[in-house]
């Protein structure tokens, strides 16, 4: 079965490209740096001619109200493409609780690209994921300095990149889902106890300071960005995870 994988040059694009493959699929990266612009159109249906499956991981190259308009922009691109090359299946990485935090322009833009999505021509699924692991240095980053990091209380449920590439791989190698399925890490954290134990495994003496009002996920309340009970729980925790990359960068 041939696959496109847009975004298939990025963090989790290029894993499941390699999945993909692995699995004897032939699987086709799109991304710029392929020769495939998925706002002008530009290559796409070079691409997709064939393609049966297009998974799209693509990401805004901002989080502000420019977002919007790439999602709605590239979604319509790609469905119109898609619907011209025959594919029989559109699938889109969204976000857990996307449609819950309207006050957050990127998530408004994703929960703008799940309803194109759902409302399209091509049988679709979409696989919504927690927060990586991965951007933990970078959440940080945001309301640090050299002595304090300030977070909020706000709960997530954050997952290894590598388990977000294989539910991204077996959504998109089964029928189409006409809905969402919710993936998730094992565990539950305040947003500030993750980075206490993030910055204890890194041998960072900084103190966490809890700031109900630091950094993009204070807008969040309660347990909107959890996963419910129908979701699908990878098997990787995060103090595990952190002693590996520790352990690997020693």
Known sequence: ???VVVGGTGRIGSQVVQKLTAAGHEAVPAAPSTGVDILTGKGLDEALDGAEVVTNLANSPTFDEASLD????????LL?????????????????????????????????????????????????????????DSVMSWTSDNDTVRLPA??????AAADVV??????AT????????????PDVFGLDDLGRLTLAAQHDD???VTDDTAGMFAAVSGDVLTAGPDAHLAGTHYREWLRDHAAAGA
Not at 70 to 77: I, L
Not at 174 to 183: D, F, K
């Open 70 to 77: 790439f999602f709605r922009t590239s979604m319509s691109t």
């Open 80 to 136: 119109a493409a898609g619907e011209r090359a025959g594919v029989k299946h559109q699938v889109v990485l969204s976000i857990v609780g996307v449609d819950q935090v309207p006050q957050l322009d990127y998530y408004r833009a994703k929960t703008l690209q799940e309803q194109l999505l759902r409302q399209g021509p091509t049988p679709y699924s979409i696989v919504r994921a927690t927060q990586f692991f991965e951007f933990m």
């Open 174 to 185: 089964h029928a189409p889902l006409q809905g969402i399925r919710n993936i998730a890490g």
């Open 166 to 171: 294989e539910g991204v791989v077996e959504v």
């Open 154 to 159: 706000t709960r997530i449920q954050p997952m």
């Open 1 to 3: 079965m041939k696959h």
């Open 206 to 208: 900084r103190m966490v």
